[in-house]
T-cell receptor, first 115, second 110 residues
Framework: GAVVSQHPSRVICKSGTSVKIECRSL??????MFWYRQFPKQSLMLMAT?????????EQGVEKDKFLINHASLTLSTLTVTSAHPEDSSFYIC???????????FGPGTRLTVL | QQQVKQSPQSLIVQKGGISIINCAYE??????FPWYQQFPGKGPALLIA?????SEKKEGRFTISFNKSAKQFSLHIMDSQPGDSATYFC?????????FGAGTRLTVKP
């Protein structure tokens, strides 16, 4: 499978600030990556599909201006939570798609806490 | 709309017992059915997966049973161990679209 890293693993920020989360595919060039959000004791909710070199595709109800996604290379996608508020506190997880197998491999996640 | 329904929500099993988690899906276009294991504070890890051309897949203590006509699939964990205690998610995928079940919190008591 693919090895996926995320940075930072956890971040605490003040309300109103912006936070950038990086997702890297360490051993595989990924044209497609995904960003998920997971609240405590809940399932993963797909936020957006990140496509290298093009605009991300957002799921219904996800504000694209609040959650900025940049997939500038085949190994890096970033999620920026702009003007974060306490309700944005969550566990954010990215994954990479191995297209030939239609399999997704997940990063370790980033715990965001907005005070 | 919940496309993948998972049950039970939580499960307690004695060490050495069999853990069984069930999932049902609605979209017949789904063609890939993985199970993920997630420990607290970690990302999900692919455990085992099946495609609809087979009815069963076994890897070590983990077995997926798949019933295409009923649109159901299940995970069996044989000889369950305390280290298996985690949250398990089933998923169903078609093209780049993967939908997850709500998760099952498994506790294996020593």
């Amino acid at each position: 499978g693919a090895v996926v890293s995320q940075h930072p693993s956890r971040v605490i920020c003040k309300s109103g600030t912006s936070v950038k989360i990086e997702c890297r595919s360490l051993d595989f060039q990924a044209t497609t990556m995904f960003w998920y959000r997971q609240f405590p004791k809940q399932s993963l909710m797909l936020m957006a599909t990140s496509n290298e070199g093009s605009k991300a595709t957002y799921e219904q109800g996800v504000e694209k201006d609040k959650f900025l996604i940049n997939h500038a290379s085949l190994t890096l996608s970033t999620l920026t939570v702009t003007s974060a508020h306490p309700e944005d506190s969550s566990f954010y997880i990215c994954s990479v798609l191995l297209a030939h197998l239609n399999e997704q491999f997940f990063g370790p996640g980033t715990r965001l806490t907005v005070l | 709309q919940q496309q993948v329904k998972q049950s039970p929500q939580s499960l307690i099993v004695q060490k050495g017992g069999i853990s069984i988690i069930n999932c049902a899906y609605e979209n017949t276009a789904f063609d890939y059915f993985p199970w993920y294991q997630q420990f607290p504070g970690k990302g999900p890890a692919l455990l085992i997966a099946i495609r609809p051309d087979v009815s069963e897949k076994k890897e070590g203590r983990f077995t997926i049973s798949f019933n295409k006509s009923a649109k159901q699939f299940s995970l069996h964990i044989m000889d369950s161990q305390p280290g298996d205690s985690a949250t398990y998610f089933c998923a169903a995928s078609w093209a780049n679209d993967m939908r997850f079940g709500a998760g099952t919190r498994l506790t294996v008591k020593p």
